[in-house]
């Protein structure tokens, strides 16, 4: 299973938001859960994050990198791919430099909550 | 909209080598990048203007449909007012000749042509553009923005590609 995030959406980025989530799904199919998470809860303005859950999907051969970077350049937003499986990531920075940035090892069971 | 711009023989720039010939301009590229809403995909537009061997210089405008070269459409038109793409290929085949340009499409002409007259001057002795833009930075003849796609210009001479300049 892989998890897809973009980050950082401001505020009132609500129609980003859901081009983001009618890009994703019209690309990758219907996705198992999309989660809209606020970075504070408690803050109504706060900037959020959007992940899209697949289970079908998985880090090694995904198809659709370059999909992903686009749209992360074009709305300067930050997308990682995160598999829940062998808990390897890759991240784009639509800031640094033009390549897919590979980590393995990480744990991030808040994509899952 | 990104810029791509190579010098021949690692000019400066500065207007240098506006005395000089048709070779001097190695390659000129631009490329915008457009969200289609109703569509839900990019299109990515570049033109490349390059030395052509011959004592001449062509240009391509490409429009291509989506972000995975692998499976994009891409059109081609082959001079700068151009009303029509020439060539529609997909997977490197030929599968359409002769395609207008739409309104948009025509929009996107316009905005080349005005972005490419802050770069480049057309010589109509030399029947030719050189470079002629004192305000960037040419190191070593070479200039390029951040987010320029290499990749797909690389993918391009795969597809079309009538320039003696490889990647």
Not at chain 1, 2 to 11: A, E, G, L, P, V
Not at chain 1, 52 to 80: C, P, R, T, W
């Amino acid at each position: 299973m892989i998890t897809i995030d973009f980050n950082t959406f401001w505020s009132e980025q609500n129609l980003l938001k859901e081009t983001c989530i009618d890009f994703i799904q019209n690309i990758l199919g219907p996705s198992d859960r999309v989660t809209i998470k606020k970075d504070d809860e408690s803050d109504s303005e706060s900037s959020f994050s959007v992940y899209f859950n697949y289970s079908q999907y998985q880090l090694k051969g995904f198809g659709f990198f370059d999909e992903l970077m686009d749209f992360a350049i074009h709305n300067e937003l930050y997308v990682i791919v995160y598999d829940h499986d062998t808990k390897s990531r890759k991240g784009y920075w639509y800031d640094e430099d033009d390549e897919w940035v590979e980590l393995e090892n990480v744990e991030m069971a808040n994509y899952t909550k | 909209m990104n810029y791509l711009i190579q010098l021949a023989n690692n000019e400066t720039g500065g207007g240098s080598v506006l005395n000089s010939s048709v070779r001097s301009l190695r390659i000129f590229s631009s490329h915008k990048c457009i969200y289609d809403v109703e569509a839900k995909m990019f299109i990515h537009f570049l033109v490349v203007i390059s030395y052509s061997g011959g004592g001449c210089q062509d240009e391509c405008l490409y429009k291509i449909y989506g972000s995975n070269l692998e499976k994009s459409t891409i059109q081609i038109s082959t001079s700068a007012g151009d009303s029509f793409f020439h060539y529609t290929f997909r997977n490197q085949n030929i599968v359409q000749l002769e395609t207008e340009l739409n309104h948009f499409d025509k929009q996107i002409q316009g905005e080349f042509l005005e972005s490419i007259s802050k770069y480049l001057l057309y010589d109509d002795e030399l029947d030719c553009f050189l470079f002629n833009n004192t305000s960037i930075n040419i190191t070593n003849g070479f200039f390029v923005t951040d987010k320029f796609p290499l990749k797909t210009l690389k993918y391009l001479k795969n597809v079309y590609w009538p320039f003696s300049t490889h990647w």
